[in-house]
């Protein structure tokens, strides 16, 4: 057995329980680092209130094997622990006390003194030489992990797998006879080879003289996994990270770039070297009026480390420019308030650029449509020579009640731009049957009697045939689906009483529901050779008369909502129409 106070004063600071030592005075002689992590009192707060420390446990006649206590910490709340205790000495006065989780198994006993149990409890394995490399005791921990029985394990030579290193080492603490401390491989009773952190501590006896040494080993077996694991896990994040198909380049908290792959460089052109250490902003700023980098890491901060940004404009090296779908990912990387920010980003260029040509594919059909539908409506202009503006304001007109409508709950999953731009370009071909209809209804300045307004009825259903045959011929839905529902239907009623079918309330379409509006009031503002134009006002007062029953109410509402902009368009466009 070994018998070296300055020994067991290194096992006592490494030891993995907690451990202190109460002298016979009832003073806290020692504390080691293992007790100050399991308590949370640092080792100045534990010598500087022993009574207040020593108050939380409870120190029986004899020793114990298990009690519990609750120490309060600086956080609030308490820890709960286990504890045992041995009395030592000639009059058992000092105490040697063991601190472990309240959560781990039952607490060894001791027996014995401090020393023997320190020998057989700790977790480590210890072995003791003599100056010739014979084995003069080892705990059992030795035996638990190399498997070596103390009648096998005799001498060093069977222990070591590199003897000659351990004999050099030897040498080594003879002369210097001060500790040392070195990585080794120690050969298991199978044969199998582990990895250790060996400390070695010499013996002296009563003269001083170099009597023998100590060897303490740390397991460094499970270090080597997890270190082959960190660098497997590294190969393989490196690997993703290079082999990744989106652009990624991450920037430190200064707003710097750290990194980028390979995707980076191909995307913008420079070197992962070209752009180390600088700024960003510098080479990837998306333009004057966008969020700066700092601005960008703020924004994923506010938004749980995240934050998006779709077609955001970047320039490469040769100044092209590209269009990117680009997501800011905030890293933690200490867990201490050390952060980087990932940006992510998604080539959309060849996307962008597709999309910008097919918009303006879009704009020349659209144009072309409005040309198209335009020089329908002019056949009805051309034989009647007094709609001068009329076409242009209904489709003025139409535009505002649409856009008021949009901003009422009910209509804003139907109405959008799109369908205020058809229904605006599809408006002026309500009367397009009236080319069907002859010259003397038509033309006719006095008041038509029942059969010739019978047959002027005919226009509303002339004109939405020859635009369905026209829009089921093109086999998509097109402008032309509008302008039919437009010219069928626009002379129906809310109440059911107009034609050609009677429809009543919201089985009239929308669209004709709101060109029926703006048609009668152009018709009520403008004069005619039957009779004189009615003001602003008095055309409000009669179309809110017919509220429920000619008009859609909710029509109706967006016209008084917009009413200021109906009489704008009918002054300006009713001087200029001149008819």
């Not at 401090?114 to 480590?124: A, Q, V």
């Not at 503006?389 to 009422?408: C, F, G, P, Q, S």
Request: hydrophobic residues 35%; charged residues 25%; glycine residues 8%.
């Amino acid at each position: 057995m070994i018998n070296n106070w300055d020994f067991y004063l290194k096992i006592f600071e490494n030891s993995s329980e907690g451990l202190f030592l109460i002298n016979e005075s009832g003073r806290i002689k020692f504390v080691n680092e293992r007790c100050t992590e399991l308590t949370g009192w640092d080792i100045n707060k534990i010598l500087e209130n022993q009574e207040s420390f020593l108050g939380f446990f409870r120190f029986d006649n004899g020793s114990a094997l298990e009690h519990t206590v609750e120490i309060p910490v600086d956080s609030g709340g308490s820890l709960k622990l286990k504890y045992s205790f041995v009395r030592q000495g000639g009059d058992e006065k000092s105490i040697l006390v063991n601190i472990e989780p309240y959560e781990t198994g039952e607490i060894t006993p001791w027996s014995g003194d401090i020393s023997k149990h320190l020998f057989n409890n700790l977790p480590d394995p210890v072995v003791s030489f003599d100056l010739k490399g014979d084995v003069l005791g080892f705990n059992p921990a030795v035996t638990k992990l190399t498997g070596w029985n103390p009648d096998k394990l005799k001498n060093a030579s069977l222990l070591y797998a590199d003897d000659k290193a351990f004999l050099y080492r030897v040498r080594e603490l003879i002369i210097s006879r001060k500790q040392l401390r070195q990585e080794v491989e120690i050969v298991c009773s199978n044969g199998k080879k582990l990895r250790f952190s060996e400390t070695l501590w010499p013996h002296f006896d009563t003269k001083f003289e170099l009597s023998g040494f100590t060897a303490y080993y740390q397991d460094l077996s499970r270090e080597e996994l997890l270190k082959a694991q960190l660098r497997a896990s590294q190969t393989n994040y490196n690997r993703l990270f290079e082999n990744f198909a989106s652009s990624i380049v991450i920037v430190d908290e200064l707003g710097n770039v750290v990194n980028m792959n390979s995707a980076a460089e191909e995307l913008y052109g420079w070197s992962r070297d070209e752009l180390l250490g600088v700024s960003y902003d510098e080479y990837f700023s998306a333009g004057k009026g966008r969020p700066d980098i700092q601005e960008l890491i703020r924004l994923a901060v506010q938004n749980g480390g995240k934050y998006i940004e779709i077609g955001v404009p970047r320039n490469n090296k040769s100044r092209e420019k590209l269009y990117t779908y680009v997501t800011y990912y905030i890293i933690d990387l200490s867990g201490e308030g050390m952060f980087a920010l990932f940006v992510l980003e998604k080539d959309l260029t060849t996307r962008v650029r597709l999309e910008k040509q097919l918009e303006d594919s879009v704009y020349q059909v659209k144009e072309t449509q409005a040309a198209a539908i335009m020089g329908f409506a002019k056949l009805t202009e051309f034989r009647d020579h007094c709609t001068g503006e009329h076409l242009d304001r209904i489709k003025l007109y139409t535009r505002a009640l649409a856009a008021a409508l949009k901003n009422r709950p009910e209509y804003i999953n139907y109405i959008n731009d799109a369908y205020i731009d058809d229904l605006a370009m599809s408006s002026i071909l309500h009367d397009i049957g009236k080319v069907g209809i002859e010259d003397s209804i038509l033309l006719k300045s006095g008041k038509l009697s029942k059969e010739e307004f019978d047959v002027m009825k005919k226009h509303s259903t002339m004109g939405g045939d020859a635009l369905a045959i026209i829009d089921n011929n093109l086999g998509y839905k097109s402008f032309l689906t509008i302008g039919k529902e437009v010219a069928s239907y626009h002379h129906e009623r809310w109440d059911g009483s107009g034609y050609p079918e009677g429809l009543r309330g919201k089985d009239i379409p929308l669209s004709a529901r709101i060109v029926a509006l703006a048609d009668v009031y152009d018709a009520l503002i403008s004069e005619r050779p039957y009779k004189k134009p009615f003001s602003h006002e008095e055309a409000t007062k009669l179309i809110v008369a017919e509220k429920g029953t000619h008009f859609d109410p909710d029509v109706v509402d967006a016209f008084l909502y917009c009413s200021e902009e109906f009489k704008k368009i009918s002054e300006t466009m009713i001087e200029a129409d001149g008819c």
